[in-house]
Nanobody
Framework: QVQLVESGGGLVQPGGSLRLSCAVS????????MGWYRQSPGKQRELIAR???????HYVDSVKGRFTISRDNAKSMLYLEMNSLTPEDTAVYYC?????????WGQGTQVTVSS
């Protein structure tokens, strides 16, 4: 059974940084393209960053230059380094395959950017 567990969220001031982690179990993590998604209040969940199994990265414009996605295939871990956070980054953040598998959504981790 595949399980994805996100962690690392919290309350941070504008301009601050956070590092999110996603622990993946029950699958051959290294063969999959992975993504970070987020859902803000009143909005649909959106893909914000993805990384291929070979390590190629892609970002949406709103996070480009501020967020960095990475993976450790040996540990089956996915990461999202977030810098220069703004209140618009407030959301629940999720990891999943790319494209996402609807059976794999976890609880997510809440990120709140506020002074």
């Amino acid at each position: 059974q595949v399980q994805l567990v996100e962690s690392g969220g919290g309350l941070v001031q504008p301009g601050g940084s956070l590092r999110l982690s996603c622990a993946v179990s029950g699958s051959m993590f290294s063969v999959y393209n992975m993504g970070w998604y987020r859902q803000s209040p009143g909005k649909q969940r959106e893909l914000i960053a993805r990384i291929t199994r070979g390590g190629n990265r892609h970002y949406v414009d709103s996070v480009k230059g501020r967020f960095t996605i990475s993976r450790d295939n040996a540990k089956s871990m996915l990461y999202l380094e977030m810098n220069s956070l703004t209140p618009e980054d407030t959301a629940v953040y999720y990891c999943n395959d790319y494209p996402p598998n609807n059976y794999y959504w976890g609880q997510g981790t809440q990120v709140t950017v506020s002074s």
